[in-house]
């Protein structure tokens, strides 16, 4: 079946460090990858996403490669801001619906 | 932009109750979907529907009913609310019949049961 398993949090950061947020998953078939933001207070909105093995999806500053030999999509940012604290999660596609992780929590201490 | 909206961010509420949690959607999207929120357990689907009146059981339908009169309003139902139903709950709408694609979430519903 479809699963993801994601780094558990919760990670604290200093403003500049350097993020990275493992996600691995199982699946069948060809599913897309796709890494959701929940920032305080507000419901997910869609960070990135990749579509097939290989794709790298971007978007403020975040990368994430779909890596189908090792079944990857780890979140990467090379320098964080106070404004990323946020739960992160990594979610895969299913028939009908998305396989969540169970989220990160990323905080940035300035 | 679009927009769901979920009709109450904080509810209060009894064990036994009858619990009503309203999501209206603005942008025509075929699928629409429930999904409650706990720490530790990421997201879990309670039903989903792809269509005016029709709906699909999630991984966590037990405990819950759902209604689609209108594409645009999707409605959760708790019929009798229990301590274990506390939790956040989050609305979601898609544009593409199979749930594949973007998800488009509304702030939550963080229920309280007593």
């Known amino acids: 079946g479809n699963s993801v398993t994601q780094m558990e949090g919760p990670v604290t950061l200093s403003e500049e460090a350097f993020l990275t947020i493992n996600c691995t998953y199982t699946a069948t078939g060809y599913p897309s990858l796709f890494w959701y933001v929940q920032y305080p207070g507000e419901g997910l909105q869609l960070l990135l996403k990749?579509?097939?093995?290989?794709d790298k999806g971007s978007n403020k500053g975040f990368e994430a490669t779909y890596r189908k030999e090792t079944t990857s999509f780890h979140l990467e940012k090379g320098s964080v801001q106070v404004s990323d604290s946020a739960v992160y999660f990594c979610v895969l596609t299913g028939a009908n619906n998305l396989f969540f992780g169970t989220g990160t929590r990323l905080t940035v201490i300035p | 932009d679009v927009k769901v909206t979920q009709s109450s961010r904080y509810l209060v509420k009894r064990t036994g109750e009858k619990v009503f949690l309203e999501c209206v959607q603005d942008?025509?999207?075929?699928?629409m979907f429930w999904y409650r929120q706990d720490p530790g357990l990421g997201l879990r689907l309670i039903y989903f529907s792809y269509d005016v009146k029709m709906k699909e059981k999630g991984d966590i339908p037990e405990g819950y009913s759902v209604s689609r009169e209108k594409k645009e309003r999707f409605s959760l139902i708790l019929e009798s609310a229990s301590t274990n139903q506390t939790s956040m709950y989050l609305c979601a709408s898609s544009l593409r019949r199979g749930g594949v694609g973007e998800l488009f979430f509304g702030e939550g519903s963080r229920l309280t049961v007593l």
């Open positions: 942008m025509d999207h075929e699928n």
């Open positions: 990749a579509t097939k093995a290989d």
